[in-house]
């Protein structure tokens, strides 16, 4: 995975505040740091161990429940190394995982490895004083990954979490469904991608698995995708970010006009379908296309092997896109105050090295790690997902990264925004002008 190390060094949108992966938690409102381990915790990760005849059980929680079997593997391979330390892997609800990690941290009961979001939704629960701060003396390994990584999971310059997991978004497709109909190859302009999508309609198909239901996975795998390969570069971000234009931008009408013309290929009364029912959709081969990213090959996989999966990036306007979507995913951090830091610490400088992050890359189909010593990936369709950004500018998806202060947030407001207009009939421009007029408290 040279490439992803390629693509964080490139990436040009300023990595300083958010979140991903299901949706985030406010920003922080203050600079309160989290201390870092103490002297006889912080002891050199790489040489601790669980010393003695006892094994020390390690509790990792997350919100990956899909990943549960991937996880539990990649672990023992940790424990045949240590063989002292025994990692369980204890995963919440993707929509509960939140609320429930920050009332574990405040009564004493958290995790002693913790899955960390990236940017504003991290540094909140860093800011609370319970996660351990990660040094190049107790994370050695943290040495080999690149500032535009670790960027993505710190606060004010100090590390919370080992970089674990990148994905790419854009559009997984049912390859059998796709030969039905006579597609021989993946759309690159908007247009070949609704001229595909009246093909499958026509030939009794549903095109697309999608709806408008459900807030982050309008903001983060619908609209984010289709804007990236709508500007083509992160300068466009850069621009919107430093308050330089706005969302009546005609990149951000163009975007919302796209969305527009696809929903006529989503189900019936998708205003009213959410993410889950779009996945289950595509996964049970009721639809031909699905918008998403490479983290769903893990479930996919698992749950149905004989679905011949493909994916591509979501379509350029007028040529092929010069952009495509990316999310900082996944981090792992540990609890400050939990009673087997030293060993917590052991597992994260594992994973942080070559061998960790191949055993999550591998095994965890769909998630990338940044680390540039990491380059097996075993997987035919994970090396599809990530081929998908040769050639391209990776852009971190929208509004993740800042515009997350006050409400609403932009993930909340660009959801309202399209169901709005898909309800309403309102016109992308006056969507625009509305979305505006939701953000304006950041461009004050």
């Not at 539990?72 to 990690?101: R, W």
């Not at 996919?300 to 379509?315: I, K, Q, R, S, V």
């Not at 055993?359 to 540039?372: D, E, Q, W």
């Amino acid at each position: 995975m040279k490439k992803l190390l390629a693509i964080l060094l490139t990436t040009t949108m300023v990595l300083s505040l958010a979140a991903c992966g299901g949706g985030a938690a406010p920003a922080a409102s203050g600079d309160a740091a989290a201390p870092a381990a103490s002297a006889d915790a912080a002891a050199p990760a790489a040489e601790a161990a669980a010393s003695g005849d006892d094994v020390v059980t390690l509790k990792f929680t997350g919100w990956r429940v899909e990943d549960t079997n991937a996880i539990n593997a990649m672990n023992e391979k940790f424990s045949a190394q240590y063989p002292n330390i025994k990692v369980v892997f204890e995963p919440q609800a993707a929509t509960e995982y939140d609320t429930y990690l920050q009332t574990s941290l405040s009564n004493g009961t958290a995790a002693d490895i913790i899955m960390m979001r990236s940017f504003s939704g991290g540094q909140t629960v860093y800011s609370s004083g319970k996660i351990a701060t990660l040094t190049p003396e107790n994370v050695p390994n943290l040495a080999d990954f690149p500032d535009s990584a670790l960027n993505a999971w710190a606060d004010n310059g100090n590390s919370f979490a080992v970089p674990s997991g990148m994905t790419m978004e854009g559009v997984h497709y049912n390859k059998k469904i796709f030969a039905d109909c006579g597609i021989t190859k993946t759309p690159e302009t908007v247009a070949e991608f609704l001229e595909d999508c009246q093909i499958i309609k026509d030939k009794g198909y549903l095109p697309i698995a999608g709806g408008v239901a459900e807030a982050w996975y309008v903001s983060e795998e619908i609209t984010s995708s289709i804007l990236m390969a709508t500007i083509g570069s992160g300068d466009w971000v850069k621009k919107l970010y430093d308050k330089e234009i706005d969302f009546t931008d005609p990149a951000y009408v163009t975007m919302l006009q796209t969305l527009k013309d696809i929903t006529p290929y989503y189900p019936d009364f998708y205003e009213g379908v959410g993410y889950e029912e779009s996945q289950q959709l595509f996964i049970a081969e009721q639809a031909a296309m699905y918008m998403s990213g490479s983290f769903e090959l893990q479930y996919f996989t698992e749950t149905n092997p004989d679905l011949e999966l493909g994916c591509f990036a979501f379509p350029g306007q007028d040529a092929a896109p010069k952009a495509i979507n990316f999310t900082a995913a996944v981090g792992v951090g540990a609890y400050a105050d939990s009673p087997h830091l030293e060993e917590a610490l052991t597992y994260l400088n594992w994973l942080a090295s070559q061998e960790g992050g191949e055993a999550y890359a591998n095994g965890v189909l769909g998630f990338f790690s940044p680390n540039p010593k990491v380059t097996k990936l075993e997987s035919p369709i994970a090396n599809e997902w990530n081929a998908l950004s040769n050639g391209k500018e990776t852009i971190h998806m929208l509004g993740y990264e800042t515009m997350t202060a006050e409400a609403p947030d932009y993930s909340t407001a660009v959801a309202d925004t399209v169901y709005k207009m898909c309800t309403e009939n309102m016109s992308a421009e006056d969507a625009a002008k509305y979305m505006q007029d939701q953000m304006s408290w950041y461009f004050k």
